[in-house]
């Protein structure tokens, strides 16, 4: 079964600040392509949500996939996909995300 995919407030600021950062360093067709990986990956995850890591150490029921150069962190229920943020892997996630 196919889950719906919910993207929080705060994961659609961080998409919008990666596609920004990505526009000013390699351009804006380079940040539409970026952004469009990471949206496929949000598909990806309705059909197999359980594709990332387990990161319950900071928050219960949480999950990472990587993509590119950054972390989505979200969260799976008996209907939905929580994407709670897409963080940089240089970022310090447990810190945020607490």
Excluded at 49 to 58: L, T, Y
């Amino acid at each position: 079964m196919t889950l719906r995919i919910l993207v929080r407030p705060k994961a659609v600021a961080d998409l919008e600040d990666i596609w920004r950062f990505s526009k000013s360093e390699w351009g804006a067709r380079q940040a539409d392509l970026y952004l469009e990986s990471l949206r496929s990956a949000f598909a990806r995850l309705a059909d197999t949500p359980g594709s990332g890591a387990v990161f319950e150490h900071v928050r219960a029921n949480y999950q990472r996939l990587l993509i590119g150069s950054h972390a989505i962190f979200y969260r799976v229920s008996s209907r939905q996909i929580d994407i709670v943020r897409v963080l940089h892997q240089r970022r310090n996630a447990s810190r945020i995300l607490r």
